[in-house]
């Protein structure tokens, strides 16, 4: 059974660097076909993509945001970790890792950790 | 970046309801998209990927087709299950993007 896992604070500073983990079971992340990525959703809003680690170590970051980010991972651990520096109130939001596994050529989001909630405020 | 739209933003509709849900992207995507559904509280699940192709363990009724920029999510007959929010995704590129969200709610 492949579950996902995230970990982290719930509450951090405005100018604060936040760090998450994913851990990940039932699958490597040496595994060719798979990698993981983090997705967030602010209170009642939509999802936003935030970034994504293939088995190679090759990293894709969202554009408006890739300047605050950092993801890495140790496969040893079965751990993805995200950093996100700077951090502001609107970046209050649900944080989700999901895996994504190669299929039919491209990569989908299957299945998806459960969530942590981190809120930004002084 | 590919932008994603979705339309409509909501949809009140009844049990055995048909309820017909659309997503454009701003570019060409073939057929590298993935819908996904979205309880209250609940991490999304997905739902249909390649477009038209049913994940497993999800029910028939839903259905998925279209390609380019045009695709369409279907629920062929509404159970009380089925209230909840769907996303569209693209898959053709990084980074990700993801349409704003059709909530389905009880007529």
């Known amino acids: 059974q492949v579950t996902l896992k995230e970990s982290g604070p719930v509450l951090v500073k405005p100018t604060e660097t936040l760090t998450l983990t994913c851990t990940v079971s039932?699958?490597?992340?040496?595994?060719?076909?798979?990698?993981v990525s983090w997705i967030r959703q602010p209170p009642g809003k939509a999802l936003e993509w935030l970034a994504h680690?293939?088995?190679?170590?090759?990293?894709s970051y969202s554009t408006s945001l890739k300047s605050r980010l950092t993801i890495s991972k140790d496969t040893s651990k079965s751990q993805v970790v995200l950093t996100m520096t700077n951090m502001d109130p609107v970046d209050t939001a649900t944080y989700y890792c999901?895996?994504?596994?190669?299929?039919?050529?491209?990569?989908?989001?299957?299945?998806w950790g459960q969530g942590t909630l981190v809120t930004v405020s002084s | 970046d590919i932008q994603m739209t979705q339309s409509p933003s909501s949809v009140s509709a009844s049990v055995g309801d048909r309820v017909t849900i659309t997503c454009r992207a701003s570019?060409?995507?073939?057929?590298?998209l993935a819908w996904y559904q979205q309880k209250p509280g609940k991490a999304p699940k997905l739902l249909i990927y390649?477009?038209?192709s049913l994940q497993s363990g999800v029910p028939s009724r839903f259905s998925g087709s279209g390609s380019g920029t045009d695709f369409t999510l279907t629920i062929s007959s509404l159970q009380p299950e089925d209230f909840a929010t769907y996303y569209c995704?693209?898959?053709?590129?990084?980074?990700?993007?993801f349409g704003g969200g059709t909530k389905v709610e009880i007529k």
């Open positions: 999901a895996r994504g596994i190669a299929v039919a050529g491209t990569y989908w989001f299957d299945p």
């Open positions: 680690i293939f088995s190679n170590d090759e990293k």
């Open positions: 570019q060409g995507i073939s057929s590298w």
């Open positions: 995704q693209q898959a053709n590129s990084f980074p990700r993007t």
């Open positions: 039932g699958f490597s992340l040496s595994n060719a076909r798979m990698g």
């Open positions: 390649a477009a038209s």
